[in-house]
């Protein structure tokens, strides 16, 4: 077994599943369990760590309070409005609990959307790095009241994973109703064993990801594989830890009971790290194998090496870079449109102004490029 990431970790993000927080008959808060945890990210605290917590329940106390049952599947609008309702009373829940250890907490919501956009990404991470240095503790839910099946992230799986890559973090802990990843589905195959350490995600550890979550939640092992490739990548270790336990941080830092996904030791910058795991890819650009070779030598994306272009698209956004087979090379911003990108594909960089009327080098720079390993 490993020492803990969490020993050394100074900025720690909380990730509260639904059904941790919110009794599933009834809609109400499990005060004891949050009491507990307000208590453990006192005590780290004071031992100078920085907590930031992702929660999830909004909806579930919403639904409860609009008299919509748990068993009724909801439109859209139902559960913006459920989302409304229920976000006012978990903000105010955390504030009352955390106000009693005389700690001071800030409600921060958001959507995929300000993820992708660079600007609201760092007006975000700027606010949460402001709340953290003035002493609160940022608690941090998805807009549910705004968000779109096209924009959701989903669950708050990733939202966390977004979040640690965000700011900076050193650990993000996801606590849920199992102890981290198995061999197999431990509620279906009693022979499965916890995996302890995940130092690379391979096609074996992700065929490992089955079932779903809690009736209350939304997230399931694959989404948790998803988080995790984000903190990785970010330099960011993260861990599925058992929160069903009172004091479950104390309990993971104790025992480390639990799987830990070990950040890589060679992180890529904050801003590939953005392109790669929070922008959606709005086209595509087909290489040929010299680009696809200049691509793994970390160089720019020349036109000369497009074979071809999917999709419509204006300068800056994303596109998704692939082989002539068809495999992900990874994700860039682009300096062209696709109108344009079309035009100078196959050419020389030298001819970009002859055909565009204008200078232009590369099509993505290396700096605005993420690619696959």
């Not at 605290?45 to 917590?53: A, F, L, M, N, P």
Request: aromatic letters at 4%; hydrophobic letters at 40%.
């Amino acid at each position: 077994m490993i020492n803990s990431p969490l020993k050394k970790a100074k900025r720690i993000v909380l990730k509260i599943g639904s059904s941790l927080l919110v009794n599933e008959s009834t809609g109400t808060i499990k005060s004891t369990w949050l009491n507990a945890l307000a208590d453990d990210v006192l005590k780290y605290r004071q031992q100078g760590k920085e907590i930031v917590i992702v929660t999830s329940g909004a909806g579930a106390v919403g639904k409860h309070a609009l008299g919509l049952p748990y068993t009724k599947k909801l439109t859209l609008a139902q559960k913006q409005a459920a989302a409304a309702v229920g976000q006012i009373r978990l903000a105010r829940i955390y504030q009352a609990v955390m106000a009693e250890r005389d700690v001071k907490v800030g409600q921060i919501l958001l959507t995929l959307e300000d993820s992708e956009d660079r600007h609201r990404y760092l007006n975000a991470r700027n606010t949460i790095n402001t709340l953290l240095e003035m002493g609160a503790v940022p608690v941090i839910n998805e807009n549910d009241t705004v968000a779109t099946a096209e924009i959701k992230v989903g669950d708050n799986d990733r939202l966390a994973a977004r979040v640690g890559q965000m700011i900076g973090a050193d650990a993000v802990i996801l606590f849920s109703d199992i102890k981290g990843l198995y061999t197999a589905n431990p509620k279906k195959d009693s022979s499965a064993q916890l995996i302890p350490v995940v130092e690379k995600l391979t096609d074996e550890i992700y065929a490992m990801a089955d079932g779903a979550g809690s009736a209350v939640g939304t997230g399931g092992m694959a989404t948790k594989l998803q988080a995790a490739k984000l903190c990785m990548e970010a330099g960011c270790s993260m861990a599925i830890s058992l929160g069903a336990v009172l004091f479950p941080l104390t309990k993971l830092d104790t025992t480390n009971e639990c799987t830990w996904f070990l950040a890589e030791k060679n992180a890529i910058s904050a801003r590939k790290a953005w392109i790669g795991g929070s922008i959606k890819p709005k086209g595509k650009l087909v290489l040929d194998a010299g680009a696809v070779k200049a691509l793994h030598q970390g160089k720019s994306l020349l036109p000369a090496g497009i074979k071809s272009v999917e999709g419509t698209f204006s300068h800056g956004d994303a596109v998704s870079i692939t082989d002539e087979t068809g495999k992900i090379l990874g994700k860039g911003l682009t300096a062209y449109s696709s109108d344009e990108v079309k035009m100078i594909a196959g050419k020389k960089t030298t001819e970009i102004e002859k055909i565009l009327g204008y200078h232009g080098d590369e099509v993505i720079h290396r700096d605005n490029l993420f690619a696959e390993e």
